[in-house]
């Protein structure tokens, strides 16, 4: 069983920085890839970013602003996001699964960004 943990969500203006953090409960926190979805009212829950055996993969409306990066020792996902944009405002998730995060087996409960014009 894992657990999945966000925070750093909040308010900040166009161009600002926020960093997430997903802390993982578990023993076998590493043998699943971990990755950052988001999701606003009436739209499905899209894919922003994933770590994948050592590969990172990024959805084209973020790449170049948003980095992820993974703390094994810590059990902690960063989901760096810099030159944020209004259209980044959602409820953003961690997830965690199985190779490419194809499936996902657990999400956290989601943290809200809002990115004010």
């Known amino acids: 069983q894992v657990q999945l943990v966000e925070s750093g969500g909040g308010l900040v203006q166009a161009g600002g920085s926020l960093r997430l953090s997903c802390v993982a409960s578990g023993r076998t926190f590493r043998s699943y890839d971990m990755g950052w979805f988001r999701q606003t009212p009436g739209k499905e829950r899209e894919f922003v970013a994933r770590w994948s055996g050592g590969m990172l993969y990024y959805a084209d409306s973020v790449k170049g602003r948003f980095t992820i990066s993974r703390d094994i020792a810590k059990n902690t996902v960063y989901l760096q996001m810099n030159n944020l944009k209004p259209e980044d405002t959602a409820v953003y998730y961690c997830?965690?699964?199985?190779?490419?995060?194809?499936?996902?087996?657990?999400w956290g409960q989601g943290t809200q960004v809002t990115v004010s014009s």
């Open positions: 997830a965690a699964g199985g190779p490419g995060l194809v499936r996902i087996d657990y």
